[in-house]
């Protein structure tokens, strides 16, 4: 009696299957290069016969909802490797980790938030080239710390356990609030975390919204930008309006002056390669790449200005966080390559 055959799925001959097998590493190495996500081997190096990437630390992997999901920095990536004519690898590190790299000139940029300068500082392993610009035109933003005029809050040290509300997720006045906040003796653990500690309810889209929740909820207290605030009427406001007044809240602080952050380069760096990217930070980039700076919510980018002007800054961060800096007699090595991730 003839054996029905059985379904199945098609089977592909046993040198086809060696061959798919062999060639799927390499095929997922470069997709994952073509969408910017970076492994730990550079695929096309590994028996060095092509030059190293040029590597970019950074400390966040941010995504740009406009841009189809993209990771913020994907569009300035390419710009800048297509301007330097090299390969450019953006790598998500921790700053412990960035110092360390830029030490051993692994690595040769880093893109700093400010808080995560603040702790790798003072270091001899890097040093400052440009300062991101906000929509200010500015390298740096001031913090005010309002509460309602009625509020019975008279100064930050009576904020405690009291509603904070804070400005959007990422925006550096935010952490400057908790570090003056501890300052003021209040320990993080008594800063409200809002609903389920996540901070769902408290941070805002802008300084409008943060004065607006902190004069319907009076006991609370909450951090604005002080460009937002300037631009406010002395009275008259309305928040229905959406047009508030500077009388409609009580400033009863101010945060230290708090910068954007930090475009930083090795000390290893050969003075070629960075001139190249100076002049593609401060002339090519704001005149042919302004798509490419807004996604990442900067217009451009300046020279480092004087560090002892955000001293005090990084002064409430360290005493917040602590340091990341080891002592001058302690010694580092990268012992085993760091995990990385796409920009």
């Known amino acids: 009696m003839p054996v029905e055959p059985r379904p199945a799925g098609i089977v592909a001959p046993a040198h086809l299957r060696l061959g798919l097998a062999r060639a799927l590493p390499w095929a997922l190495a470069i997709l994952g290069g073509c969408t910017g996500i970076k492994t730990i081997v550079d695929p096309l190096n590994v028996l060095g016969g092509a030059k190293p990437p040029i590597r970019v630390g950074v400390t966040t992997l941010d995504l740009a909802p406009p841009l189809l999901m993209l990771p913020k920095r994907e569009l300035f990536n390419l710009a800048m490797a297509d301007y330097l004519k090299e390969q450019v690898h953006f790598e998500l590190l921790t700053p412990r980790q960035i110092r360390v790299h830029l030490g051993t000139g692994r690595m040769a940029f880093a893109m700093l938030r400010p808080v995560d300068y603040a702790r790798m500082t003072p270091t001899d392993t890097c040093e400052v080239l440009a300062m991101p610009l906000n929509l200010e035109g500015q390298p740096y933003r001031q913090g005010l710390i309002v509460t309602a005029p009625k509020s019975a809050i008279t100064r930050l040290g009576d904020a405690r356990s009291v509603r904070v509300h804070f400005m959007p997720d990422g925006n550096p006045l935010n952490t400057a609030l908790i570090g003056a906040m501890v300052q003021a003796g209040i320990p993080k653990e008594r800063i409200d975390k809002g609903i389920l500690g996540l901070g769902?309810?408290?941070h805002h889209i802008s300084s409008l919204e943060v004065a607006k929740s902190v004069v319907l909820e009076e006991k609370a207290v909450g951090v604005i930008d002080q460009a937002d605030y300037d631009k406010w009427p002395k009275t008259g406001g309305s928040f229905v309006l959406l047009a508030p007044?500077?009388?409609?809240?009580?400033?009863?602080?101010?945060?230290?002056?708090?910068?954007?952050?930090?475009?930083?380069?090795?000390?290893?760096?050969?003075?070629?390669?960075?001139?190249?990217?100076e002049e593609f930070l401060f002339t090519v980039a704001p005149k042919h790449h302004k798509l490419a700076l807004a996604s990442m919510d900067v217009t451009g980018y300046s020279r480092p200005s004087d560090?002892?002007?955000y001293e005090d800054y990084h002064r409430l961060i360290r005493g917040m966080y602590g340091s990341d800096t080891p002592p001058p007699s302690s010694s580092e090595t990268p012992a085993s390559q760091p995990a990385k991730a796409g920009s």
């Open 245 to 277: 007044s500077q009388d409609q809240v009580r400033v009863i602080g101010k945060t230290p002056r708090t910068p954007e952050g930090y475009f930083v380069v090795s000390t290893k760096v050969p003075s070629e390669l960075k001139k190249q990217l």
């Open 307 to 309: 560090q002892q002007s």
């Open 200 to 202: 769902l309810d408290t």
